[in-house]
């Protein structure tokens, strides 16, 4: 237990990441939110709100057949696998 008596909060314990993309060039008025079990999209116009959720798929795609999970997986490893997981 630590000083306030709560116990210590393990990793183990810990919610597991999450990605979340915001995008910022809605000029169309919609209200766009996509939101699933390890990722939220926020906003954008129709186009890049469809290119994020597509990125964030793609990448947890790659994610899972690694065997690895947000909070596993280092910086630049996840950096890479986002960029090649973004449309062209």
């Given at each position: ?30 209200k766009r939110i996509t939101k699933a079990e390890r990722f939220a999209?926020v906003g954008g116009s129709q186009e890049t709100h469809e290119r ?37």
């Amino acid at each position: 237990m630590n000083r306030i008596g709560k116990p210590h909060s393990h990793p183990s314990n810990k919610p597991p990441a999450h990605l979340i993309g915001v995008g910022l060039d809605n000029k169309d008025g919609h209200k766009r939110i996509t939101k699933a079990e390890r990722f939220a999209i926020v906003g954008g116009s129709q186009e890049t709100h469809e290119r994020m959720t597509e990125t964030v798929v793609k990448t947890f795609e790659a994610l899972d057949r690694k065997g690895k999970t947000l909070d596993s997986i280092d910086k630049k490893e996840l950096n890479d696998i986002i960029k090649d997981s973004t449309p062209k």
